[in-house]
């Protein structure tokens, strides 16, 4: 624990006030006061606290409506079996490592609840650093390492930044770094079309001077941790920076700052050009970005109908046996359970042309017209004069982003996990919680010497980024205004100016801004991400600022004060005990070391304090505080997503994890590459991983949460470097 100030912490005004929840802070104070609530000396008293949470406007996930657009019948068939069609295809699309350009899927990164586990070739540089020469400059690891492409991640190199004190910022540094767990993607060269039997892309070598072993190319990894894509449908924006538009055009993941996108649509024979604009849609603007990156899932230059195209002439799942329980897939599933063991054909006994006209309507899909690139890239298609010209598309092809992005999201829509033991407490089950886990979610929800957590996680859904959570009696309120923190005789206090924020992102401090500015960073095409900025800078497709100045209303920022830079979204946290490594930047294992990391108000507040989020001053937890609220986190866990279990299963699937020696310049599915290391995750039916003979899933590296550094790496897959573990070097 550290000793702090706190000036006006209860007079400056928190304009973001409530922590979110709907309650002022002055009331937030008076029903998490020590007299409303037991001592920790104390038996925690279940009823007390749940009512305590309600008022703080927590609750059972399962009480809020999972977020849809609301005209989703403009664009699927009318009826249920299109409904089913299009999850159906989402979920095959999401699965399916022919989506990617060298055997990249979706879940190639979104496997593990909805995370990534793997440890080996996850690290990668600074790659949004503003410092040019850091963005392929790694560092060392914190066992003493070399680090860099193909280092096999320990439990030893966590934390990246480690103090002598954990609990004082200002303590003797042992170590740092600024290098990023993340996933590994392709391997970098250029697209140059389909193959004739289509099953392989065609390509051109080109040297990565980043990620590479003696020349040899690498799977390039990417420059930001991996989020869990379950709950996910819940986050008004998408990606850690929030640039996967709430508003879906069916074509750019930038929703309405892409005025010129359009669709294809049949207007009485003819084809022609359609605005579409969905909403809340931020899943499928995110769920059209990977595939087209040449980081992640695609070789450089593929466009979203060459996907499309490749995709229509392939078995779905073609490289993949799927599970006939699976809860989504199985009654298509080409494999058959023969004596306990999955036998027989991969892939689903059907077409993506099938699945894309069963689910959506003619008038998005039916021309055989040709149609080619206009100057704008993908953004302006345009008819060709040449109906089945070769170098054309079909507007099925054209129009495949749209149909990719609204059924993936449909599939991810289906992926809530809201029975967890916090769920069925916040239901009225006492027993749910023991006595630590409660005195946890009271350390969670309390503003003033506590966890302050309920400032940024929120809501039933446990963040502010939340659809729910951005609503307001007039609509959506996305940009704030926030008191910030000052620092005084090095404490961080609350200070007495304001500065518009972004709702539900924040600078917290893990890492300098400069290394990566987050929401305060421009898309492509030189736009502010953040609304904040765009508000400011008088966009057309910019929220409008909350009025200021008036009583109620708080302070106005000085010279348009925007704090956006190094700031993220803040994510949920139910199933947070499986989805490590931690924050951004993946630089921590334990949840103990993320509870110390607040308890010392950040790692680089000092640095950050003109964009700091000025709850960080608040928080203020005793030494007793901390393993209550690890435990209380833990019981975030839902046991389907731990087994498995439907809506949670999945096809095959086998994930690159590394390289194989030898390493240099070894030829590889046409590329002249380092040879992939693959894992198999085995095909799970509904019945999860029970039902598969599999153990539960475990926390990342296998550690242990509350406990010593030196755990067993018992749930590493790659345990052996060069042990196959069944999947076979299939490369």
């Known amino acids: 624990m550290v000793l702090r100030k706190c000036h006006g912490c209860d007079d400056t005004g928190r304009i973001r006030a409530a922590a979110a929840s709907g309650l002022s802070l002055m009331l937030l104070g008076g029903v998490l006061s020590g007299a409303a609530l037991p001592a920790h000396a104390d038996e925690p008293d279940a009823d007390r606290i749940r009512l305590a949470a309600r008022q703080a406007g927590l609750g059972a996930l399962s009480e809020v409506p999972v977020p849809a657009p609301a005209n989703l019948d403009r664009y699927l068939n009318p009826g249920e079996p299109a409904r089913a069609a299009v999850i159906v295809l989402g979920k095959a699309l999401f699965w399916d490592m022919q989506v990617g350009s060298d055997g990249q899927a979706c879940g190639s990164c979104h496997f593990h609840a909805g995370a990534d586990n793997r440890t080996r070739n996850q690290l990668s540089p600074g790659l949004k650093h503003r410092e040019v020469a850091a963005r392929g400059r790694f560092g060392s690891v914190g066992s003493g390492g070399g680090g860099g492409p193909d280092y096999r991640l320990r439990a030893e190199d966590f934390p990246f930044h480690r103090l002598k004190d954990p609990e004082d910022r200002h303590s003797a540094l042992l170590f740092d770094s600024d290098d990023v767990v993340s996933s590994q993607g392709v391997r970098y060269a250029r697209y140059t079309g389909i193959g004739p039997d289509a099953a392989a892309e065609n390509s051109a070598p080109a040297a990565d001077a980043v990620f590479q072993l003696d020349g040899a190319n690498t799977r390039r990894v990417e420059p930001r941790n991996t989020p869990t894509v379950i709950n996910a449908v819940f986050n008004?924006?998408?990606?850690?920076?929030?640039?996967?538009?709430?508003?879906?055009?069916?074509?750019?993941?930038?929703?309405?700052?892409?005025?010129?996108?359009?669709i294809l649509v049949v207007r009485d024979g003819e084809l022609v050009e359609r605005p579409a604009t969905l909403y809340p849609a931020s899943l499928a603007s995110q769920a059209i970005v990977p595939p087209t990156s040449d980081l992640e899932m695609s070789f450089a230059g593929r466009r979203f109908p060459d996907i499309g195209r490749k995709l229509q002439r392939l078995k779905p799942l073609g490289l993949q046996r799927v599970h006939p329980r699976d809860g989504v897939l199985g009654p298509l599933a080409e494999a058959r359970v023969v004596d306990g063991r999955l036998q027989g054909p991969a892939g689903l006994r059907t077409t993506y042309r099938e699945l894309v006209e069963a689910a959506f309507r003619p008038e998005l899909w039916s021309s055989r017209l040709a149609?080619?690139?206009?100057?704008?890239?993908?953004?302006?298609?345009?008819?060709?004069?040449v109906a089945g010209a070769d170098a054309g598309y079909t507007q099925m092809e054209a129009n495949f982003a749209l149909f990719f992005g609204i059924a993936v999201?449909?599939?991810?829509?289906?992926?809530?996990?809201?029975?967890?033991?916090f769920d069925r407490f916040m239901l009225g089950d006492n027993d749910a919680l023991d006595a630590d886990a409660l005195r946890g979610l009271k350390s969670f929800i309390t503003v003033e010497q506590g966890g302050n957590c309920i400032a940024c996680h929120s809501g039933p859904e446990l963040t502010a980024a939340a659809v729910g959570q951005m609503q307001d009696a007039d609509g959506a309120t996305l940009v704030e205004i926030s008191s910030m923190p000052e620092l005084e005789q090095g404490l961080l206090v609350a200070g007495g100016q304001t500065a518009w924020v972004d709702k539900g992102f924040s600078n917290i401090g893990v890492r300098p801004s400069r290394e990566d500015p987050g929401r305060g960073d421009e898309d492509e095409q030189g736009r502010p991400l953040a609304f904040a900025r765009l508000a400011l800078a008088s966009h057309p497709a910019a929220p409008a600022l909350p009025e200021c100045g008036q009583p109620q209303q708080g302070a106005c920022p000085r010279n348009g004060r925007a704090a956006v830079n190094g700031a993220f979204k803040t994510p949920g946290l139910r199933n947070v005990e499986l989805t490590g490594p931690y924050f951004h930047n993946g630089g921590i294992a334990r949840l103990e070391q993320a509870v110390e990391f607040y308890d010392r108000q950040g790692d680089f507040s000092d640095q950050n304090i003109a964009d700091l989020d000025?709850?960080?001053?608040?928080?203020?937890?005793d030494d007793d505080d901390e393993r209550p609220l690890v435990k209380f986190l833990l019981?975030?866990?839902?046991?389907?997503v731990r087994q498995e279990m439907a809506p949670f299963d999945h096809p095959q699937l086998l994930v690159p994890h590394g390289h194989r020696a030898p390493r240099p310049a070894v030829h590889c599915t046409g590329l002249d590459a380092a040879c992939d290391h693959l894992l198999e995750l085995p095909a799970v039916g509904a019945g999860g991983r029970p039902a598969a003979g599999l153990p539960p899933l475990a926390s990342f590296l296998g550690v242990a949460h509350i406990g010593s550094d030196d755990d067993d790496s018992s749930d590493d897959p790659d345990r052996e470097a060069d042990d196959d573990r069944g999947a076979g070097n299939r490369r």
């Open 614 to 621: 000025g709850e960080m001053a608040r928080i203020d937890l």
């Open 409 to 421: 999201q449909l599939y991810q829509a289906t992926l809530i996990s809201d029975q967890t033991p």
């Open 371 to 385: 149609v080619g690139f206009g100057p704008g890239g993908v953004r302006r298609l345009h008819r060709e004069t």
């Open 236 to 262: 008004f924006t998408n990606f850690w920076d929030g640039r996967a538009s709430a508003w879906f055009n069916g074509v750019t993941g930038s929703g309405m700052l892409d005025s010129d996108a359009r």
């Open 635 to 640: 019981a975030l866990t839902d046991e389907r």
